[in-house]
């Protein structure tokens, strides 16, 4: 925790990833992201970014960049977490 003005605060110290969603905006760990699959969460984990569905973890594919796109992250869309799943293939 850092101390300012003699109040402490938490801060999350979140990563950068190095790449960009569809509309060029930068995607970050702790991004909610929409893509044709489902709305999964940016991740750190086991040295490598992916997106977690409620614990079914795929890899941050950079080959499909144009298919993400940011629609919030989990500190300033709360309710947008409750949205975060995979749904099943097949079924649209």
Do not use: H
């Not at 489902?38 to 144009?66: E, M, R, S």
């Amino acid at each position: 925790w850092i101390s300012i003005a003699g109040r402490p605060r938490d801060f999350k110290i979140i990563q950068y990833t190095g790449l960009k969603d569809r509309e060029e905006k930068k995607i970050y760990e702790s991004d909610i992201i929409e893509e044709p699959f489902g709305i999964g969460v940016v991740i750190f984990w086991k040295g490598a970014f992916g997106l977690d569905y409620n614990d079914v973890i795929t890899p941050l594919c950079i080959n499909d960049l144009t298919q993400y796109k940011i629609i919030g992250n989990i500190y300033k869309d709360k309710d947008l977490i409750k949205k975060i799943c995979m749904p099943k293939l097949g079924n649209k």
